[in-house]
């Protein structure tokens, strides 16, 4: 086990996170606002934001309150709960003062939380605590840098894995530009568990997700903090009847086949159907990409792109068309939203492959046009690493292509035998052993980092300039400018007909305005 955590930044909905344990915001007497009700009370129906409620049987120690976890055993993904930690952000009398009950509260959901998903060290899901409805609201500048700052020493010294968890983008960026000046003024390691060639990794890749080069391929790693059945566990629970054996040179497509249950389809979306997605999932949706590609069946990159693409929202092939100017994903195997789709067996991957081939052409695009990351994903699989084969013809036809460019990078989990290499990709494995369960949290820090290098390379604080509960860090120019462009919007009506107008709003809006 890892002898500390990391503090992970992410903007996704705390609700539909994979984590082992949440904190959520009360007031003294223990009454929370009512959106949050459907998930402290799992089967409620929604409710207005103004609606309190008061759960049974709880009472406030030191301004935390621990619900029980009524996850079933043998649970599928949805019906994994976790620990709900309540934290009166009403009765402290400083910042500081609710920062330290919010580490106080990690370290209460870290001892009585049981880890979910298979991961090596337990995560706690936190929002901001105290800025919106609780004692500091419109003060999140502040709030952001001292919880930042003691969140970084607290898993320093805590083997706890804590997800700083973001809706608003404001919040998103002004978190990741704390972490980006703690890095240059105080010389702080936000990462010390990367390696110097993954440190290097991560920045280059996330410096091309900033200039709209970079493109993603998610393979299964990527779900495997989800708690959806692997390979073997799935085969074996479509086959109850008899015992399966699988090894390094098993033929899953085929194995699948030789079930010979038709319904073999609806059954396996039965399995992968979740309204929850991974910690990495989030991480690769704030790249903000505009083109995605998966093998996987699961809806889990769908649920976090809920959070960052909402207008437009994210497009999924084949269930519908890509449109321009709208981010997309290509679900190359098939969907559980549409069970007909899955390909699953060798039949089935035969089919793909003589009738679609127009969807392997995709992935072979975006390498031609982007720069393409796999991960996690297992590199033995020849069916699509081969298209880079086809690629490589293309590229070394272009007369101005460096001698060690790369059509993309892939990131695998544990290194393989049976790893293919072609000079159109750049390989990294992660571990050299079999820890799968090391390896998938090395991923997740791996991509904390580039989500992380690709905000402060791309927009950085420009992402909350107009956002008035971020003015008390504007520089004199943040504010000349600021006023600028807030005295443009007051004078909206005089302009909405302009030519210009959608593209103004367009960048108002990126800028973090709020009405």
Known sequence: MADRGHLFVVQADLTRLAADAFLIPCDSDLSISGTWRPFVEPGAPAQAKRDWFRPEGVHLDNGVAVLPDPTPKDATPDQVVGLRVLVDSVGVDSIPAMVERSLEAVRRAASETVIHGGRELPLVSMPILGVGQGKFPGRRAEAVRELVTQLLDFVATHPIDVALTLQRTADFAAAQWERHRVTRELGTNCWPELTPEQLTLGDNLGVKAAHGELSVFAGAGVSRPVGLPSWNRLLQDLSPNRTLTFTKATDYPQLAQDLGRPDLNDEVAKRLTTRKHALGHALLLDLRTPSLVTTNYDPCLENAADVIHQNPSLRVITRQLA?????????????????????????????????????????????????????GFGFADDDFLNMSKA?????????????????????????????????????????????????????????DRVAWRSQIAGRGRASYLLDHDYQQDATDADRVLAEALNSLRAKQPEWSDSAGARAVRELMDELGWRA
């Open 323 to 375: 449109v321009g100017g709208s981010p997309w994903l290509l679900k190359l195997h098939g969907d559980v939203a549409h069970p007909k789709t899955i390909v699953l067996t060798r039949a089935q991957y035969n089919a793909l492959k003589d009738e679609y081939p127009a969807l392997h052409g995709v992935v072979q695009t975006l390498m031609l046009t982007s720069h393409l990351l796999f991960v």
């Open 391 to 447: 690629v490589q013809k293309v590229r070394a036809l272009a007369t101005d292509l460096p001698e060690d460019a790369h059509a993309g990078t892939a990131i695998g989990l544990c290194r393989t035998d049976r790893q293919q290499r072609y000079s159109e990709l750049d390989y990294h494995h992660l571990r050299t052993d079999d820890d799968l369960t090391k390896a998938a949290r090395q991923l997740e820090i791996l991509l």
